[in-house]
Nanobody, 114 residues
Framework: QVRLVESGGGLVQAGESLRLSCAAS????????MGWYRQAPGKQRELVAT???????NYADSAKGRFAISRDNAKNTVLLQMSHLKPEDTAVYYC????????WGQGTQVTVSS
């Protein structure tokens, strides 16, 4: 079993920055992929960014140039540094890890006011 605990969400104004953090614990193999998805009200959950244990990253077009994903393999943590936030970034952000199957965190709210 794998447990994910997210932190760092909150309310910010447009143009400001926010950093999300996620710590994974449990039966985590060395090779895995971690990432962030988000879900806005009335919309489907969508990819934000992912990063493999080898450091390969993948970003949604909406995140490219503004968000940066990183991880600490020794601590099984993944960070999402978000800059130049826009009101359309408002959503619940979910941390995920793929270790044989997908595991999800409980989500953290990010609200960007205009």
């Amino acid at each position: 079993q794998v447990r994910l605990v997210e932190s760092g969400g909150g309310l910010v104004q447009a143009g400001e920055s926010l950093r999300l953090s996620c710590a994974a614990s449990g039966s985590i193999f060395r090779l895995n992929s971690m990432g962030w998805y988000r879900q806005a009200p009335g919309k489907q959950r969508e990819l934000v960014a992912t990063i493999t244990s080898g450091g390969r990253t993948n970003y949604a077009d909406s995140a490219k140039g503004r968000f940066a994903i990183s991880r600490d393999n020794a601590k099984n943590t993944v960070l999402l540094q978000m800059s130049h936030l826009k009101p359309e970034d408002t959503a619940v952000y979910y941390c995920t890890i793929t270790v044989l199957k997908d595991y999800w965190g409980q989500g953290t709210q990010v609200t960007v006011s205009s």
